[in-house]
């Protein structure tokens, strides 16, 4: 079941294929340009144990062709609509997981939504509603996602209109060894996406005394007690 992601040669995507082909998800690496999206691929295969799935670049739409069925947007926020609405004809078919936050430029500790509510709802807006959009991943750090030799130290919360394909999703983020929780239809985006320039505000204060940290849905200590 191939995984395409879309903005695959940025910091994200490039720490979300390393993570997906560890865990045996092949890996259809999407860029502006087939020789940049292979040249990454090339690199970021040469970092992987042995038995790792593959990594192989394609240019963007290519690489939604070679999608099994899911496909992750991972461009900036300012490419990001344009981006999809590019992609809408390829995308007939697929679930889309739009791990996109809108931060403000030049002041990314502070978002600025679309009108639509959030990115994921724009992506759903753009591509209509037989193209499910499900919201995940927009608290993880690009830091954390690179670093192979730690574990990622958050939980994943996913949101989108349809609950199959939210299910399918967290199915998929599951193989990253991480919690997954479900987080409602589509408008939950609003929220989950606003996390992020906190977390950001916080990584870089200079009060706390570590970065790149994430979220946790934390139970209560009596909750083995309560089932």
């Known amino acids: 079941m191939t995984l395409a992601i879309i903005g695959g040669t940025g910091p994200q995507g490039q720490g979300l294929a390393l993570r997906f082909a560890r865990a045996g998800v092949p890996i259809a690496l999407g860029s502006r340009t087939e020789e940049r999206a292979q040249a990454i691929a090339g690199t970021l295969m040469s970092r992987l144990p042995s038995g790792s799935a593959a990594i192989t670049g394609f240019e963007n739409t290519a690489a939604v062709a070679a999608a099994s069925e899911k496909v992750i947007i991972a461009v900036p926020w300012s490419a990001h609509n344009a981006t999809v609405a590019s992609l809408k004809e390829a995308l007939a078919g697929?679930?889309?997981?739009?791990?996109?936050?809108?931060?403000?430029?030049?002041?990314?500790?502070?978002?600025?939504?679309?009108?639509?509510?959030?990115?994921?709802?724009?992506?759903?807006?753009?591509?209509?509603?037989?193209?499910?959009?499900?919201?995940?991943?927009?608290?993880?750090?690009?830091?954390t996602l690179n670093a192979?030799?730690?574990?990622?130290?958050?939980?994943?919360?996913?949101?989108?209109?349809?609950?199959?394909?939210?299910?399918?999703?967290?199915?998929?983020?599951?193989?990253?060894?991480?919690?997954?929780?479900?987080?409602?239809?589509?408008?939950?985006?609003?929220?989950?996406?606003?996390?992020?320039?906190?977390?950001i505000r916080i990584n870089i204060s200079r009060a706390v005394p570590f970065t790149h940290a994430g979220i946790r849905i934390w139970p209560p200590d009596h909750a083995e007690r309560d089932h």
């Not at 430029?105 to 499910?132: C, H, R």
């Not at 609950?163 to 929780?181: D, F, H, T």
């Not at 939950?188 to 996406?193: G, H, M, N, T, V």
């Open 148 to 199: 192979l030799d730690q574990a990622i130290n958050c939980d994943i919360l996913v949101c989108g209109n349809g609950l199959e394909p939210r299910k399918k999703v967290m199915a998929l983020i599951e193989q990253l060894g991480v919690a997954v929780y479900n987080a409602g239809d589509a408008e939950s985006a609003r929220c989950l996406e606003a996390i992020t320039p906190i977390l």
């Open 94 to 143: 697929k679930i889309v997981i739009d791990i996109v936050v809108p931060l403000r430029e030049g002041d990314p500790k502070k978002v600025a939504m679309p009108p639509e509510g959030s990115a994921t709802e724009a992506a759903q807006a753009i591509l209509g509603p037989d193209i499910p959009v499900m919201g995940a991943l927009h608290n993880v750090s690009a830091v």
